[in-house]
């Protein structure tokens, strides 16, 4: 079966400090992989994501970068952190070959609680 | 342009009724449509969906209505249960990158016992 895990779970960092998220994904070769952002009160936006390793196309223009230099692990950094870079961060993976799935449908992590103060 | 809006923000009904949360959408060219679920510090996880040439899709306890041409979808929630409880976004996607979903704000559902 397959599962997911990101890390840390919890992140409280000072403004103008980096940042390092990891994701990976067990059991599945190649899935697409995404990184979502859940603000305060808000929806989930979709960041980035990623169709291959090396392969990642960023949603909107933001402090934020990713990269998958595995084929199942995805990165989530930033250089320098802004206070709106504070959220709940989710990891989701999704493989198109398994036929069982709906479409759309994703897989998501347990996700990171950051706060930039 | 929020294309997907989920104007409730909050829920309440009493175990055993009826739960029916709401979503609106403005793009007409949306393939599916996705519930998902949501605990407190977990991620969310996936309820049922509906194609975009459907109009209802049932589940168990969980049934899904389209209406395209009011470009709403609803989902009810019968009997409610405690364990319901929970934020519940709306979705939707096309064929195309499957998982590049547009989602709602989410609507927190309590369910009182």
């Known amino acids: 079966s397959q599962t997911i895990h990101q890390w840390p779970a919890t992140l409280v960092q000072p403004v103008g400090s980096p940042l390092s998220l990891e994701c990976t994904v067990e059991?599945?070769?190649?899935?697409?992989l995404y990184w979502y952002r859940q603000a305060a009160g808000r929806g989930l936006q979709l960041l980035f994501y990623?169709?291959?390793?090396?392969?990642i196309s960023s949603e909107v223009p933001q402090n934020l970068s990713a990269s998958r230099p595995q084929d199942r692990q995805f990165i989530l950094s930033s250089k320098k952190l802004l206070l709106s870079d504070s959220g709940f961060y989710l990891c989701?993976?999704?493989?198109?070959?398994?036929?069982?799935?709906?479409?759309?449908?994703?897989?998501f992590g347990e996700g990171s609680r950051l706060t930039v103060l | 342009d929020q294309q997907v809006k989920q104007n409730s923000p909050s829920l309440s009904v009493q175990e055993g009724r009826i739960s029916i949360l709401n979503c609106d959408y403005t793009?007409?060219?949306?393939?599916?449509f996705l519930w998902y679920k949501k605990y407190p510090a977990e991620g969310p996880t996936f309820l049922i969906s509906?194609?975009?040439?459907?109009d209802k899709n049932e589940d168990g306890r969980f049934t899904v209505f389209l209406n395209k041409s009011a470009k709403h979808l609803s989902l009810h929630i019968v009997p409610s249960q405690p364990g319901d409880s929970a934020v519940y976004f709306c979705?939707?996607?096309?064929?195309?990158?499957?998982?590049?979903?547009?989602f709602g704000d989410g609507t927190t559902l309590t369910v009182k016992p």
């Open positions: 989701a993976w999704r493989d198109w070959r398994l036929g069982t799935l709906e479409p759309g449908e994703l897989f």
């Open positions: 059991g599945t070769s190649n899935p697409n």
């Open positions: 990623s169709v291959g390793i090396g392969q």
């Open positions: 793009n007409s060219m949306f393939d599916y």
């Open positions: 509906i194609s975009s040439i459907k």
């Open positions: 979705a939707a996607s096309f064929f195309t990158n499957a998982g590049k979903s547009t």
